[in-house]
């Protein structure tokens, strides 16, 4: 954990236009607070309950904010291969491997690969290439495909890695119900989490994912705190969380707002640092200071039962974004044309979440 002068170094390196006061606190309360709270997985692995998703970054500002979440006490990390985990790579060789909690996900295959040996050497090829350089990851998941037979074959390459000893745990990413049961219905090893996505205005399982899952033994950790495949702007200008948000001392924002919700209801969350973000890219200002600093303070402070209830009831698109959302065909899904014609929310109003700047 980072001494009180690690974090007051960390403070005077950040240009002063880029902090406010909270800020300042915030960065000195984490480097005395108590670690974050773990699960014990099915395995005895102890897994962070909250974790930084570096999703979309390039290289050099997953290796910053990398190295600046563990800064702050944020030791866990979820990546995508590819340029997130070269810049997970460049931030373990500063860091050191036994300084971070490791999550990468195996994404899917092309929609028109429906072989399963075909997909399984996929697999096993993109593993062995991407991973070479870090050697092992904590949890390793595997995303949705739109046929079962190939999901089964992935499924038992994450096994082989698993017996290997190069994965600790294994999870899936965006299975609904019938997705899980195909997995479930041929694996040796099952799922130890499931990750779905979680945000204000979805309402609190209104799909009935979560639970389904969670009655399979399988544990959620959520994700898209501020909504997908942008930070939803109905959710950065909702009222309801502004209105909660202010009447807390110190005040909060809609998107501590969010995250705590998610954090009090007892779920992991893999969460993005920055509202700057869109199906293809995510930006940061100062690595991302102020989007971290607030995901290290979630669980100092708590949500009301009546502003749980305010926000449980909240509804801002109709119907809900899928908690599938980046789900195949075989699940709940969106829209790619559309979802990629939307523009970062802070393109359009960057007063409109402090995640931003």
């Not at 909690?101 to 997909?119: C, H, I, S």
């Not at 449980?312 to 979802?339: H, K, M, N, R, V």
């Amino acid at each position: 954990m980072p001494s009180v002068r690690a974090a007051l170094a960390l403070l005077l390196a950040t240009p002063a236009c880029a902090w406010s006061a909270p800020d300042a606190a915030h960065a000195l309360a984490a480097s005395e607070a108590a670690p974050l709270p773990t699960w014990t997985l099915p395995v005895g692995l102890m897994f962070p309950t909250l974790t930084l998703n570096t999703a979309s970054l390039s290289v050099e500002q997953t290796a910053a904010v990398v190295e600046k979440a563990n800064a702050l006490g944020i030791t866990s990390v979820d990546f995508h291969l590819g340029n997130e985990r070269k810049g997970v790579t460049r931030a373990l060789a500063t860091l050191g491997r036994d300084a971070l909690f490791l999550v990468t996900k195996l994404d899917k295959p092309p929609a028109d690969m429906t072989d399963p040996q075909e997909a399984a050497q996929l697999a096993r090829t993109t593993l062995t290439e991407e991973l070479s350089e870090i050697g092992s990851v904590d949890v390793l998941l595997l995303k949705d495909s739109a046929t079962c037979e190939v999901m089964q074959a992935q499924w038992a390459v994450l096994e082989h890695w698993l017996d290997r000893g190069l994965a600790k745990a294994l999870g899936t990413y965006n299975y609904c119900p019938s997705a899980l049961d195909c997995l479930l219905a041929t694996a040796k090893t099952p799922p130890a989490l499931n990750f779905l996505m979680r945000h204000p205005g979805m309402g609190p399982d209104t799909s009935g994912d979560i639970a389904y899952s969670e009655s399979k033994g399988v544990r959620v950790v959520t994700y898209g705190t501020l909504g997908e495949p942008i930070a939803l702007p109905k959710l950065l200008n909702s009222t309801v969380l502004s209105r909660i948000g202010a009447s807390h001392d110190p005040p909060r924002t809609p998107e501590e707002v969010a995250l705590r919700w998610n954090t009090q209801a007892g779920y992991a969350v893999t969460s993005r640092p920055t509202a700057d973000y869109n199906l293809t890219s995510s930006f940061c200002f100062d690595d991302c200071h102020t989007g971290l600093s607030a995901m290290r303070a979630t669980y100092d402070w708590a949500l009301t039962p009546s502003e749980v209830a305010a926000i449980d009831a909240l509804i801002i698109a109709t119907p809900p974004q899928p908690a599938t959302y980046y789900a195949s065909s075989g699940c709940p899904t969106f829209d790619p044309e559309t979802a990629g014609q939307l523009h970062s929310a802070c393109l359009e109003d960057q007063a409109s979440s402090r995640w931003c700047n």
